[in-house]
């Protein structure tokens, strides 16, 4: 099992960057799938991007691609989304969630944090 806590929301300008942090508890953070999901009311939590256990290989969703970057240091047990460039559409509340075996339906959640972009 591990425990997630996000950090990094706030508020930013359209045009903006933010850095996103995912810290995880426990020994065993490079046997995890990570990735990072956003959801607003009213609507599903949706893929943004994912990582594999060895970080060799990553994906984004299309509305993010070449925005984002998603990163692991195993050593510091902690997921990264550095997001460039940002949109007011990706205001959202942004989890990093993570998985022994898929990126895309993760077991463990963070609480989340908020991002807003303004226009």
């Known amino acids: 099992q591990v425990q997630l806590v996000e950090s990094g929301g706030g508020l930013v300008q359209a045009g903006g960057s933010l850095r996103l942090s995912c810290a995880g508890s426990?020994?065993?953070?490079?046997?995890?799938?990570m990735a990072w999901f956003r959801q607003t009311p009213g609507k599903e939590r949706e893929f943004v991007a994912g990582i594999t256990r060895s970080g060799e290989s990553t994906r984004y969703a299309d509305s993010v691609k070449g925005r984002f970057t998603i990163s692991r240091d195993d050593a510091k047990n902690t997921l990264y989304l550095q997001m460039n460039s940002l949109k007011p559409e990706d205001t959202a509340l942004y989890y990093c969630?993570?998985?022994?075996?898929?990126?895309?339906?993760?077991?463990?959640w963070g609480q989340g944090t908020q991002v807003t972009v303004s226009s």
């Open positions: 426990g020994r065993t953070f490079n046997n995890y799938y």
């Open positions: 969630g993570a998985d022994p075996n898929n990126w895309w339906r993760p077991n463990y």
